[in-house]
């Protein structure tokens, strides 16, 4: 079992930027890929992004140019690098990790707790 740490999360303003980390409790080196969802109340979680243990690198249409997947591996975080905000990315947004499967949108097996990101003035 995986525990993801999630942090970063808040309130910033239209346009603003946000910066999310999420640190495994084992090896980042370990984990063959890492990725951000988020979800509206109502809605289907919602695929972000997804970097895997080589560095490769995949977004959703609607944040692409605007949010930045990356990891550290000595620091054992990976990040989410959120600019140019808009209201339609308030979400709880959550760190997943362990691919399990070939495509960027096959399921996760762990989940970070969510946090909520809120884009409002």
């Known amino acids: 079992q995986v525990q993801l740490l999630e942090s970063g999360g808040g309130l910033v303003q239209p346009g603003g930027s946000l910066k999310l980390s999420c640190t495994p409790s084992?090896?980042?080196?370990?984990?063959?890929?890492m990725g951000w969802y988020r979800q509206v109340p109502g809605n289907q979680r919602e695929y972000v992004a997804v970097?895997?243990?080589?560095?490769?690198?995949n977004y959703a249409d609607s944040v692409k140019g605007r949010f930045t997947i990356s990891k550290d591996n000595a620091e054992n975080t990976m990040y989410l690098q959120m600019d140019s905000l808009k209201p339609e990315d308030t979400a709880v947004y959550y760190c997943a990790a362990g691919l399990m499967g070939d495509t960027w949108r096959a399921p996760m097996m762990f989940w970070g707790q969510g946090m909520q990101v809120t884009v409002s003035s």
């Open positions: 970097i895997t243990g080589r560095g490769l690198s």
């Open positions: 084992t090896s980042i080196l370990s984990i063959n890929a």
